[in-house]
């Protein structure tokens, strides 16, 4: 079964610099998703991704956050002069033809800023 | 705003026996509803899905829910649980009309433990 692919599992970061989460979605699906869970806290939507521009963001997907479907497989996130309160868990995610297709999860990228 | 209320933080249950995982919401608008499963280390893997239809819906490894529209909740269910589905289990909800392009909103998550 088609997955979705996240790289790395694990990333840590001194505050203050840049990084890059990676997100291969589905092959055939066309929208895409970014999430994040700050432990013991819930699963928050960031960013919605639909032919090549954002559909929608969160309060929290300020300046410092921005995506990118670079080529015709791979999906980024990135986060500029990152903070301590950007430690969190980073799910991707894709759905098919439709927004309302049940989403697919990466398994994650999980973000330590020291 | 929607919302989603995952009513309990833990639920302890022993090998074989039913459980219930209980999921409210609040949108002012039609929703579609899903229940996802995060396994230790592993992403969200969705369980099962109401879009329309029949208000009871089966989902893998078992596990059914009933959407009801009237009590505005979509509770899980599995007759007789096992050890492997010891995980943390999540509800979430996507508007089914407004502009909202496919954001869902989560429960805060249930830790689902089979004991032996």
């Known amino acids: 079964e088609p997955e979705v692919t996240q790289t790395p599992s694990h990333q840590v970061t001194q505050m203050g610099q840049e990084v890059i989460l990676r997100c291969v979605p589905i092959?055939?699906?066309?929208?895409f998703y970014w999430y994040r869970q700050i432990l013991g806290q819930k699963v928050e939507f960031l960013v919605s991704?639909?032919?090549?521009?954002?559909?929608?963001k969160s309060e929290i997907f300020d300046d410092q956050f921005s995506v990118e479907r670079p080529d015709g497989s791979n999906f980024t996130l990135k986060i500029r002069s990152t903070k301590l309160e950007d430690s969190a868990m980073y799910f991707c995610?894709?759905?098919?033809?439709?927004?309302?297709?049940?989403?697919?999860f990466g398994d994650g990228t999980r973000l330590s800023i020291l | 705003a929607q919302s989603v209320t995952q009513l309990d933080s833990q639920v302890p249950v022993f090998e074989e026996a039913p459980v219930e995982l209980r999921c409210n919401y609040s949108?002012?608008?039609?929703?579609?509803l899903f229940w996802y499963v995060q396994y230790p280390n592993q992403g969200l893997q969705l369980l099962l899905k109401?879009?329309?239809?029949?208000?009871l819906v089966k989902g893998i490894n078992g596990f059914e829910a009933e959407f009801n529209k009237s009590q505005t909740s979509f509770h899980l269910r599995k007759p007789s649980v096992h050890i492997s589905d010891t995980a943390e289990y999540f509800c979430?909800?996507?508007?089914?009309?407004?502009?909202?392009?496919?954001?869902?909103?989560f429960g805060q998550g249930t830790i689902l433990t089979v004991h032996p």
């Open positions: 991704f639909y032919n090549n521009e954002i559909s929608e």
């Open positions: 109401y879009l329309s239809g029949s208000t």
């Open positions: 979430a909800l996507l508007n089914a009309g407004g502009t909202s392009y496919g954001k869902l909103t």
């Open positions: 949108s002012s608008v039609s929703v579609y």
């Open positions: 995610a894709s759905s098919g033809t439709s927004r309302n297709q049940p989403q697919h």
């Open positions: 092959s055939n699906h066309l929208y």
